[in-house]
């Protein structure tokens, strides 16, 4: 990649220009790993304001086979995740970065399906930062009930049914390797249940996600050597 520097007073001072490599060998992969290479360029040139310039996205677009919308999801989804950092035990905050990505359209008007792909992007963004702040977590911090409070959070925000089994109820389920697993905790334990019953499904058969959720290892520690260890909290995901 390299930076372009125009006259001073320009509207846009900076240009990034980014390399793609051959055009019959551009992939989807290689694609979003050089957006993301230069959104990081962004950040360190300590940017705040970024703009996508969607005529060239367009013609990435035609390379690959695709829309424009879907070049741009997969644009923003790249942009997005490769500032993804864990910094919520750090005494120091990052300062600086990009705050926003704007899209540079040609047009006076902005098409519903772009407008729905950039929007499916940050949902997609925010469910998997997410996921990884909470795999990152500490264990001693992000304990059952901690996760079960998290889960609650999300689902009163977007209007599904939260439930929770306790100890108790776990019991009454006959759940007995599930509570096998908890005793080597001091925790107590908790599954949580998260339901999202769109208006009009009523009466169809569910679709049953089901995740591990664990926030610390699940069993044969006293098989696994010490070092390491502290990686046990990522195996929830």
Known sequence: SVVFYGPQGMEIPRVIGVGLGPRGQLDHED??????RAMRQCHDLGLEFVGLDCASLDRVAHVLGVSLSEAAREAAFAALMSLYSYDAWKSEKAKYGPRRLTLLLGEAYVQDGLRAAVRMAEAECAG???????ANAPANDLTPCAFAQKAEMLARRHGMDFSCLCRDDLKKEGMNAFLSVAKGSSEEPCMVVV????KGTEDKQPIVLVGKGLCFDSGGISLKPAKGMEAMKADMS
């Not at 998997?128 to 909470?134: C, Y």
């Not at 339901?195 to 769109?198: D, G, Y």
């Open 31 to 36: 694609f979003c790993f050089a957006v993301g």
């Open 128 to 134: 998997i930062s997410l996921a990884r702040d909470l």
């Open 195 to 198: 339901r999202h019953v769109p």
